[in-house]
Structures are given as structure tokens and as C-alpha cells.
């Protein structure tokens, strides 16, 4: 008896699976190990009232824009609308004469808006006032204030963060800042927290600006290990394109491989001590060259034959 031919078209995920299968969509071992960020600078803020809610969120977007002067919304609450969505709502809200250009971008999964507005005027009429979209269904408002893009000269370095002290959130924001100072402007910083539980492990993350600091240049040169709050305590940074540093004693200039402090706990299994791994063994070494000095010395002479 023939099978009647495979459609995929009409065939029903639901319909069509073994009874007691689950269904339900398989997440990668990467979303289910990512960590949850969490700004401790940049927090959503919540307003209500008797006609219902109002969720305010401040973009934040370190870019610099095409042209300068680029004002960025961050349209991640409404992610599930299309580009278009996003900026029929910019234009029911601003006047032609008041904003003369604007374009649709996304950086991975966070989609933008990239504004420029005609006047100075209109920069800050747009900043204070943002794009509100109103959701029906559920009485509240989302409201988007855009931030400006930054300038060309700007340079900023994402710092993972680790070793942090394990304290409240509110201490750990206050430290970052205090810590971070020298180095350059702080634009924003965060806590990790653990997937399942939501429980602060000791890594965050900070957005730092090394062109400048807030009172003028930047006093010191980042490095890798950092000093907590001017205390003998520290906790360890690391960005792109940074200086060697060992993963051993942290230290900046060298690897693991050829940390003195590293080798000094590792057993050689040729003569027992600690200080170097087999290969670079000094007794194997002259060991072996004395085999082959007694070897060449023991080895008989050829013999000639006789003619």
C-alpha cells in the first residue's frame, strides 16, 4: 500500500507529535547559562495614576551616529513591531519641520532609532518628551527618552567585571564609581546575576569612557587588577584588545605559562620538585646528554676491512 506523499506545508507541529511528547521550544545551553544584566545606574522608573501606568525608560547607547548631533530611541519594548511601526510612531508625534531625518537600525537583537531633529530647540523638546506609545489592552504607556550619540573622539572601553566584593547592590554602584574615577567617566555599570536563582555572584560589568573623567582627563592608565575603593581589596577588569596579563597571579606583562608564581606550585614527574613541568626538566636535560656523552665514548670504532 503506497503512503500518501510528505507535505510539510499542511503538517501540524501539534497535531502530528507522539502522544506525551512536549512541545515546547528547546532553549540553547547559551540562553540557558547567560547571565541576567542588571544596570545599577540606568533603572527603568514607573509612574501611575488613576488612569493607569506609565513605564519611563532612558535609552542608552554608546554609538556615534552618521552625522553628529543624532539623538538614539531604543525601540527593545517594542521589539515585537516592525521598523516601520517604529517610525510611523516618531512621525505621529513630531512634525515634519521638527525632525528632518531619521533611520531604522538594529545592533543584534536591539533595534533603534537614529534622529536628528532641525534645531537646537527641538533637540531638547524631543529629550525631555521622548515617544510614548499607549498600549489599550492593558491601560498602560511605555515612554522612550532618547539619549544623544557620542562624539567621534569618544573612546570607550566594556569592561567585564569579576572579583567584586560581595556586597549590597547599593554599595557595589557606590565602589564602582569611587574605584572607576581615575580612569575615565563611568557611563554605566551593572551587576550579572545567576539565571535560575537571580543571586549576585560577584561579576557586573561597566561602560567606561578613558578620553576623559568628569573633572577633566583621565589620571591613570586602565589596568587589569583595580583597586577597590583605595583599599588593598581589588577586583579585576577585562576588556578588548587589553594588555597580556596572567590568569594566574593577574598581574599585567605576562601569561600563566611563564608566571614565576605559577610554576612554583607545579611538580615536575621526571625528578619530583616543584618548579617546571617535565619538559623543561634541568636534570632530565643533562640526564639524557650524559647517555649520549657515554654512548659516543663506549661506541666501538669501525672496522676496516681488509684488502
Request: charge should be positive; proline fraction near 7%; charged fraction near 20%.
Amino acid at each position: 500500500m503506497a503512503l500518501p506523499p510528505f507535505n510539510s506545508d499542511t503538517m501540524s507541529d501539534s497535531g502530528n507529535q507522539p502522544p506525551g511528547r512536549n512541545t515546547t521550544t528547546r532553549r540553547t545551553f547559551a540562553q540557558v547559562v547567560a547571565k541576567t544584566r542588571e544596570s545599577l545606574m540606568n533603572k527603568p522608573t514607573h509612574h501611575t495614576s488613576d488612569g493607569g501606568g506609565e513605564l519611563q525608560l532612558t535609552t542608552r547607547i554608546w554609538k556615534t551616529a552618521r552625522t553628529e548631533g543624532a539623538l538614539f530611541f531604543d525601540m527593545t519594548p517594542l521589539a515585537d513591531k516592525t521598523q516601520q511601526y517604529h517610525m510611523t510612531l516618531l512621525k505621529d508625534q513630531y512634525p515634519i519641520d521638527t525632525i528632518f531625518a531619521a533611520i531604522p537600525k538594529r545592533d543584534g537583537k536591539q533595534p533603534y532609532l537614529e534622529v536628528y531633529p532641525t534645531s537646537t530647540a527641538d533637540v531638547q523638546n524631543i529629550k525631555d518628551t521622548g515617544i510614548v506609545y499607549n498600549d489599550v489592552a492593558k491601560n498602560t504607556s511605555i515612554r522612550i527618552l532618547p539619549c544623544k550619540s557620542i562624539p567621534d573622539a569618544t573612546n570607550i572601553k566594556k569592561l567585564s567585571l569579576s572579583y567584586l566584593p560581595m556586597i549590597e547592590k547599593e554599595k557595589v554602584i557606590a565602589g564602582l564609581k569611587q574605584s572607576l574615577a581615575p580612569y575615565g567617566e563611568l557611563l554605566d555599570a551593572g551587576i550579572l546575576l545567576e539565571p535560575q536563582t537571580q543571586y549576585f555572584m560577584g561579576t557586573g560589568y561597566a561602560l567606561l569612557d578613558i578620553s576623559a573623567t568628569e573633572s577633566g582627563a583621565a589620571t591613570r592608565t586602565l589596568t587589569h587588577k583595580i583597586s577597590w575603593c583605595n583599599e588593598e581589596e581589588s577586583f579585576h577588569a577585562t576588556w578588548a584588545a587589553m594588555p597580556t596579563w596572567c590568569r594566574y597571579c593577574h598581574e599585567e606583562g605576562h601569561s600563566k605559562f611563564v608566571c614565576e608564581k605559577s610554576k612554583a606550585s607545579i611538580l615536575c614527574y621526571s625528578c619530583k620538585h616543584f618548579g617546571h613541568r617535565s619538559f623543561e626538566c634541568p636534570r632530565k636535560n643533562t640526564e639524557l646528554e650524559q647517555k649520549k656523552r657515554k654512548t659516543s665514548v663506549l661506541s666501538p670504532s669501525p672496522v676496516l676491512p681488509l684488502l
